[in-house]
């Protein structure tokens, strides 16, 4: 039984850090009073503060927004952290900040494993998602059996930064094909295509991806101002990587507007 702990539990961290509780002991922490209820419940403790759940634990997941919070939080944390424990950041970031806070836990003999994840909150729920993991050898070994309890498809992709290079290119990738979905259906219904019979026919036919299908789900661009508010955060990251202009955030952009994601009127 490990001694693991858990920050961010909202929509995706909660059921990350519920599938976490199985066969190890699970501290957490949260400003919302409200979320750690269920957590009491089930048997979970509940830490009085970020650096107490830092010293009661062996392994910590983070599951905040932004690089802001991420930041915030593993000021806190790693000061408290015994030698040898493991901090996995599963927020999506900057790759940056993790190459920076990896070299913060690493003076004071901490792994840190960036190691964002795909699949949203029914994956976490079932054990599923997948996981992009950046850092040392020896972190991605200590880390693995707490990742394989909400993983199925867990992968390192290099040092610390690469988990975060690779789940910022994926999730550009889905608003990407959402926005030439949109793009596609709005030329289909100008040249007189009944647009849900359209969309019924690429989801058998060879124009067909995940974002199609989600996007042909929607009422309306709208619908997915809040998911699309997210994917606008990671497009908005991969410009700062690579070049704003780059191949993907042009295709996502006209998604991205239509459905008040970038702040503009849909």
């Not at 990350?16 to 409200?34: D, K, Q, S, Y």
């Not at 503060?49 to 910590?60: E, K, P, Q």
């Not at 927020?91 to 964002?116: N, Y």
Request: one cysteine or more; glycine letters at 12%.
């Amino acid at each position: 039984m490990a001694e693991v702990g858990f920050i961010g539990l909202g929509s995706q961290g909660a059921p990350i850090a519920m599938r976490m509780m199985t066969g190890n002991a699970l501290t957490v922490w949260a400003r919302r009073p409200e979320a750690l209820a269920t957590f009491a419940e089930k048997g979970a403790k509940v830490a009085a503060s970020v650096a107490d759940l830092g010293t009661a634990c062996d392994h910590i997941g983070v599951c905040v927004v932004n690089d802001a919070d991420v930041v915030q939080v593993c000021d806190l944390l790693l000061p408290a952290m015994r030698p040898g424990s493991v901090l996995a950041i599963h927020s999506t970031i900057l790759p940056q900040t993790c190459e920076a806070l990896a070299a913060q836990a690493a003076k004071r003999g901490v792994l840190l494993l960036d190691a964002p994840v795909s699949g949203g909150s029914p994956a976490a729920e079932a054990g599923t998602l997948t996981v992009m993991c950046g850092g040392r050898e020896e972190a991605f070994a200590r880390a693995l059996p707490l990742l394989r309890t909400f993983g199925a498809k867990i992968v390192l992709l290099g040092p610390a930064g690469a988990g975060q290079r690779a789940k910022i290119v994926n999730n550009a990738l889905l608003a990407a094909n959402m926005g030439l979905a949109h793009s596609a259906l709005a030329i289909a219904e100008g040249l007189g295509v009944d647009r849900a019979a359209l969309a019924d026919l690429i989801q058998a036919s060879s124009g067909r991806s995940f974002g199609f299908e989600v996007y042909a789900r929607l009422p309306a661009p709208p619908a997915f101002a809040h998911g699309g508010s997210l994917l606008f955060k990671d497009v908005s990251l991969l410009g700062a990587i690579a070049h704003p202009g780059n191949p993907l955030a042009l295709a996502a952009m006209p998604f991205l507007d239509a459905a008040g994601a970038t702040g503009e009127s849909p």
